[in-house]
């Protein structure tokens, strides 16, 4: 690998606005911001607006959508008028 041309990779904390929720993980964003961590070090932090402690999918909030409904609206709108 070619020298000095790769980012600094660094563990940085992600937090998320929503939920206060926070990760600590590596990685190469850069931000201005520091917070200490449970462990009593000063790590870099980015704020994220949706993480896996507030996305829908990974709450259990997310709604599905019944088939059953959706295939009675499919027959509804192509149905054909009866012949008798």
């Given at each position: 690998m070619k020298k000095n041309i790769h980012p600094e990779r660094r563990e940085v904390i992600f937090k998320d606005v929503v939920t206060g929720e926070a990760f600590l993980v590596?990685?190469?964003?850069?931000?201005?911001?520091?917070?200490v961590w449970t462990d009593g070090k000063e790590y870099p932090v980015v704020a994220v607006e949706i993480s896996?402690?507030?996305?829908?999918?990974?709450t259990g909030q997310q709604q599905e959508a019944v088939p059953q409904?959706?295939?009675?609206?499919?027959?509804?709108?192509y149905a054909r008028e009866s012949l008798h």
């Open positions: 590596k990685s190469t964003m850069a931000t201005a911001d520091s917070m896996s402690s507030s996305h829908p999918a990974y409904a959706r295939a009675v609206e499919f027959i509804k709108k």
